[in-house]
């Protein structure tokens, strides 16, 4: 059995990896994201290298999630090559210490590493991309056209006043207000109003809306004004249609679930990304696993550039096909659960069977 000094030796090497990782891409994303919001923002009225800087930073604990599984494989793999190349683990195989047993610490920081993610970086990430959507339409306020192609789907409601269709070129408030937001009325299946306004906000039973310009057919607009429109919406309905699920912490979830599908929508995207996020610990151990695979070789054999490409390559192909299954739950084709754990199973079954492979014979 592997001692409590030999564990936390192995535990906080992992450990201390794993965090210079984490702050090396951290610093490289940050860079690469001021980068670029500074090229695409740089001309406009009300930019400041301070709210990019502000806005940077604010998207990159949203981006750095996507890096997570990628980190928790490179952290493994370097763990095990480092501790290969000292040969401690030649002197932890001859103690009598089996691979299992060393393999213990990696996975129990894997597991840690996942708890953090799940339960500090996604609340940070969550929040902090919603406020950095709204520093970015501060920025673009006063420039015609700033904010783009639309990123909503077009919603369609149907009040006593007949049909309308809404859209919005930016979703803020998780759905609940809109920017640069298009109402288009119809009447008896023909279009006979258009509405375009800066800022819709839904209130209980209206739209509010903000500088809007009204466009009749057949005649000039109408001066910008304030003005509403009733809605038969509910804030549940239009935050399962609008709102991205990665905006809403893990904690709020459970309950955006329920609401929405109180009011019979199936609020798949939503279930899919919690269950995706609840997996993630144990992801992580996978992915360790898989580092373990190619990672345990010693250090006079060389762990050639071939086999370590390989779990690359492996930790890749496991996350391509966790985006894959991703979106056939996220569609409703599989039960978000299922697609959720999936991959982690089959990752952790190869894993498993490789190590007893070449472990245990």
Not at 102 to 107: E, H, K, N, V
Not at 182 to 201: C, H, N, P, S, V
Request: proline share 5%.
């Amino acid at each position: 059995m592997i001692g409590l000094t030999l564990g936390r030796y192995i535990f906080m090497r992992y450990v201390a990896i794993t965090f210079w990782f984490i702050a090396g891409i951290a610093a490289i994303v940050f860079i690469i994201n001021f980068t670029e919001l500074s090229g695409r923002m740089g001309g406009l009225p009300n930019y400041s290298v301070g709210l990019t800087l502000a806005i940077a930073t604010l998207q990159t604990p949203m981006i750095m999630q996507q890096a997570i599984p990628f980190i928790a494989l490179i952290s493994g793999m370097t763990t095990l090559i480092s501790l290969n190349r000292k040969y401690e683990l030649v002197v932890a195989r001859s103690a009598g210490i089996s691979a299992w047993q060393f393999l213990m610490p990696i996975c129990l920081g894997a597991f840690v590493y996942g708890l953090a993610a799940l339960f500090i970086l996604n609340p940070i990430a969550a929040n902090g991309f919603e406020r950095s959507q709204l520093l970015e339409v501060e920025v673009r306020a006063d420039s015609p056209n700033s904010i783009g192609q639309p990123e909503s789907p077009w919603i369609k409601q149907r009040t006593s006043e007949g049909e309308t269709i809404i859209g919005a070129r930016r979703i803020l408030n998780r759905g609940l207000e809109l920017v640069d937001a298009t109402f288009l009325r119809i009447d008896e299946g023909e279009l006979f109003e258009r509405i375009d306004a800066r800022r819709a906000y839904l209130r209980d039973g209206y739209w509010e809306l903000t500088r809007a310009v009204r466009i009749q057919t057949g005649e000039m607009p109408e001066p910008p004004t304030t003005m509403r429109i009733a809605t038969d919406l509910t804030p549940e309905f239009v935050l399962e249609r609008l709102a991205r699920p990665e905006t809403i912490p893990v904690y709020e979830l459970p309950r955006k679930i329920a609401a929405a599908r109180s009011f019979g929508l199936g609020a798949n995207a939503f279930s899919m990304h919690f269950h995706s996020l609840v997996a993630i610990p144990a992801l992580l151990v996978a992915m360790t696993l898989i580092a373990a695979t190619v990672s345990m070789r010693f250090a006079r054999m060389g762990q050639s550039a071939t086999i370590i490409l390989g779990g690359v390559v492996a930790g890749f192909l496991l996350y391509v096909v966790s985006v894959l299954v991703k979106a056939f739950g996220t569609a409703g084709f599989v039960p978000p659960i299922a697609a959720a754990w999936f991959p982690v199973l089959i990752a952790s079954f190869f894993g498993v069977t490789f190590l007893l492979y070449k472990e245990d014979g």
